[in-house]
């Protein structure tokens, strides 16, 4: 799956060399597309070289991820550039992106008290 939209803003800003830029669109990105907030889909070579964060690190991301990619109800913050890291790690890593998925799943469901169908 590939999302449009993030691939649109990072077109016309990564040629541009500006790793903050484009960390502030993917961040910014994420916070509204619960698709690429499971990991960026389809990457790129570019940004699979950015992918700079071990399996370790970014589990250990994962709440605070969780909650920055929630903005409805934001617990914590995250800065643009360990949101970035860890969504291009997730779209780079299946073991990774899996174990998420079951946080999120898990997060839902305690959120609703267990009255949501997973």
Do not use: K
Request: hydrophobic residues 35%; proline residues 4%; negative net charge.
């Amino acid at each position: 799956m590939r999302c449009e939209e993030l691939y649109r803003l990072l077109s016309i800003y990564w040629q541009q060399d500006d790793r903050d830029i484009a960390y502030n669109l993917i961040s910014a990105h994420i916070s509204t597309c619960p698709s690429c907030a499971r990991g960026i889909p389809s990457l790129s070579e570019a940004l699979l070289s950015d992918d700079t964060l071990t399996c370790e690190q970014c589990r250990a991301r994962f709440p605070t991820y969780y909650e920055a990619t929630h903005p409805d109800y934001p617990l914590v913050s995250m800065s643009h550039v360990e949101m970035a890291e860890v969504a291009i790690h997730l779209g780079n890593c299946s073991a990774c992106r899996d174990q998420y998925r079951e946080l999120e799943r898990l997060s839902v469901l305690e959120e609703s008290d267990g009255v949501v169908d997973i």
